[in-house]
């Protein structure tokens, strides 16, 4: 392999791993983000469906055994549709915050690893290797995330509980006499 060959396969297997970052990374991020959202909106608008089906029959059905539990119902569905409103708004934002900080960060090594490469390729001689060796073990650390501590996001597992819980008090609204 001539040093023009190798030169030209460096920077094109640096471009590639760019472009392969960058897509596989976005892909999995999106779509994990469009999972979460869609989960809470399904909430918010089943709650929303369920409140506008129930107001209207609420006063003179004969379904309804306890009004009192089913305007807790209704309330705690409200509050679904509040928490998750706020809660949407509060992902997206993080959730761009994280978008550009990990693009900064990727872009950020990709930059110091095309220094590096034609750093080494102005100085192709063992000791240039070795240091090429050297400063993309480095470059690659940095990439690494460090160890974080995973806290659990409850909210969407609060939405869910007071869904459930809106449901129960519906129900039992047909059935107990309160």
């Known amino acids: 392999?001539?040093?023009?060959?190798?030169?030209?396969?460096l920077l094109e297997n640096h471009d590639k791993l760019r472009q392969c970052l960058n897509d596989s990374y976005e892909k999995s991020l999106?779509?994990?983000?469009?999972?979460q959202r869609n989960l809470v909106s399904s909430f918010i608008t089943i709650s929303a469906a369920i409140i506008g089906l129930t107001i209207p029959v609420m006063g003179?059905?004969?379904?309804?055994?306890?009004?009192?539990?089913?305007?807790g119902g209704l309330a705690e569905l409200?509050?679904?549709?509040?928490?998750?409103?706020?809660?949407?708004?509060?992902?997206?934002?993080r959730d761009n915050n994280q978008l550009v900080l990990a693009f900064d960060q990727m872009s950020n090594y990709l930059d110091r690893k095309h220094a590096?490469?034609?750093k080494y390729i102005k100085n192709m001689t063992k000791k240039g290797s070795e240091e090429w060796e050297r400063e993309n073990d480095?470059?690659?650390?940095?990439?690494?995330?460090?160890?974080?501590?995973?806290?659990?996001?409850?909210?969407?597992?609060?939405?869910?509980?007071?869904?459930?819980?809106?449901?129960?008090?519906?129900?039992?609204?047909?059935?107990?006499?309160?």
Do not use: C
Request: without cysteine.
């Open 1 to 9: 392999m001539t040093e023009d060959d190798f030169v030209s396969s």
């Open 138 to 178: 480095s470059i690659a650390s940095d990439l690494l995330p460090s160890p974080i501590n995973l806290v659990k996001d409850w909210a969407v597992d609060i939405i869910y509980f007071a869904f459930f819980i809106a449901l129960v008090l519906i129900i039992l609204s047909m059935i107990l006499r309160v």
């Open 116 to 118: 590096a490469d034609l």
């Open 30 to 35: 999106m779509d994990n983000i469009k999972q």
């Open 78 to 93: 409200l509050i679904v549709i509040l928490y998750g409103f706020w809660y949407l708004r509060t992902i997206i934002q």
């Open 60 to 71: 003179n059905s004969q379904l309804v055994q306890s009004r009192l539990l089913l305007s």
